[in-house]
């Protein structure tokens, strides 16, 4: 029987970055961009013949109030995306990410969260 994986990049990438974090691993030193997941994926399914490798993510625009974000953040899912189909993976996009305006203590700064489809 083949097995097909189906894989919630927003949410897996979240959790491989905290899961890092709790780890003692400072933030800027995580980079999930070069991640050898069908190394990851093997072990974790030891057993299982994987027919196919999805990857799901969510679509990135560029925005005129957090230009430079913007940029990093195409530009960091343009290198995940070859990374991953150099593995085999099928790099799909669905769903979108915006930037949502937040203000704490009096400061003002932009978080960008995944949306469903436009």
Same mark, same amino acid.
């Given at each position: 029987?083949?097995?097909?994986?189906?894989?919630?990049?927003?949410?897996?990438?979240?959790?491989?970055?905290?899961? =890092? @974090?709790?780890?003692?691993?400072? &933030?800027? $030193?995580?980079?999930t961009?070069?991640? %050898?997941?069908?190394? /990851?994926?093997?072990?974790?399914?030891?057993?299982?013949?994987?027919?196919?490798?999805?990857?799901?993510?969510?679509? =990135? @625009?560029?925005?005129?109030?957090? &230009?430079? $974000?913007?940029?990093?953040?195409?530009? %960091?899912?343009?290198? /995940?995306?070859?990374?991953?189909?150099?593995?085999?993976?099928?790099?799909?996009i669905?769903?979108?990410?915006?930037?949502?305006?937040v203000?704490?203590?009096? &400061?003002?700064?932009?978080?960008?969260?995944?949306?469903?489809?436009?």
């Amino acid at each position: 029987m083949d097995t097909y994986l189906f894989i919630d990049g927003e949410n897996f990438l979240y959790k491989v970055e905290d899961a =890092l @974090r709790e780890s003692g691993i400072p &933030k800027r $030193k995580i980079d999930t961009t070069h991640i %050898k997941l069908a190394g /990851l994926i093997s072990q974790a399914l030891t057993g299982y013949t994987i027919a196919k490798k999805t990857f799901y993510s969510a679509k =990135l @625009r560029f925005f005129e109030e957090t &230009k430079e $974000k913007s940029r990093v953040l195409i530009n %960091k899912q343009r290198i /995940l995306k070859q990374n991953l189909e150099k593995q085999g993976f099928e790099f799909l996009i669905a769903g979108n990410v915006r930037p949502q305006q937040v203000t704490a203590n009096g &400061k003002t700064t932009y978080v960008f969260k995944e949306k469903g489809l436009m």
